[in-house]
């Protein structure tokens, strides 16, 4: 897949370039599937919060962009409905917009609902994240970010790219996530991990990876 890994959705022109030329046409022309699984499994999420991402009036701008069309994806309801009906609808999509909440409560339900399985035959679609919804792309998003517990018991996601993402980084709403509990939080992996405030991205095309920024971040080496 390409992927556009965001903090907090198209939050600028840079990011909304990078996210028009990995779809290769118009947004208007496109047809996007949203998934808004992570934030059932946040304590902060609320069926308020998922109705604003989806309808586009949240502070993330993800869906009300001007897709041809939008649909929904709820991955906890796939297992009980086969694949036969829902890998169709994903493989009609040109992109997957993908909410933030809790990045391992999504990586669970990506395995259980098959999805995560299906990501290496979706070579051009592109996923975009937010938040949880990118950090469930890393291999680790660190003990800092855990709150629901897996059944396996630790801190690993998708690993479908190879570095960490500390997201939100100096977010004026958030005084546990500046550049200090960044450093604390990196120091703990054994990966390459980033720090990125709401203004970055990572722009992911067949494995080179592209910090797209107006605003600030950090790489922490391994």
């Given at each position: 897949?390409r992927?556009l890994?965001?903090?907090a959705?198209i ?8 996210l ?6 118009p947004?208007a022309d496109?047809?996007a599937?949203?998934?808004p ?18 309808t586009?009036q ?5 869906c009300?962009l001007?897709?041809k069309?939008?649909?929904v994806?709820?991955l ?9 009906r ?7 999509a040109d992109?997957?917009?993908v909410?933030?909440g809790?990045?391992l409560?999504l990586s669970?339900w990506?395995?259980e609902?098959g999805?995560?399985?299906l990501?290496?035959?979706l070579?051009?679609?592109?996923w975009?994240g937010?938040?949880g ?6 291999p680790?998003i ?9 059944p396996?018991?630790?801190d690993?996601?998708?690993g479908v790219?190879?570095?960490s993402?500390?997201?939100h980084?100096?977010?004026p ?8 509990d960044?450093?604390?939080?990196a ?8 720090a990125i ?7 992911v095309?067949?494995g080179t ?5 107006e605003g600030?971040?950090?790489l922490?080496?391994?």
């Open positions: 897949m992927l890994l965001t903090s959705g939050k600028n022109p840079s990011i909304h370039h990078a028009v030329d990995l779809l290769g046409k947004i496109c047809n599937l949203c998934i699984t992570a934030l059932y499994g946040h304590p902060m999420g609320t069926p308020a919060g998922t109705w604003r991402f989806i586009g949240s502070s993330t701008p993800m009300e001007g897709w069309s939008l649909g994806l709820e906890t309801a796939l297992p009980s409905i086969g694949e036969e829902w890998v169709p609808w994903v493989q009609e992109v997957l917009l909410n933030g809790d990045a409560y669970h990506m395995r609902s999805l995560a399985d990501l290496p035959s070579r051009e679609k592109v975009v937010l938040s919804g990118s950090m469930v792309m890393t680790r660190g003990d800092y970010f855990v709150g629901w517990k897996p396996t018991g630790n690993s996601a998708l790219v190879d570095f993402i500390f997201p980084l100096d977010h709403d958030l005084p546990n996530n500046t550049m200090a960044a450093e604390r939080w120091a703990d992996l054994r990966n390459p991990a980033y405030d709401d203004d970055t991205a990572f722009k095309t067949d990876v592209e910090v797209v920024s600030h971040w950090k922490f080496s391994s």
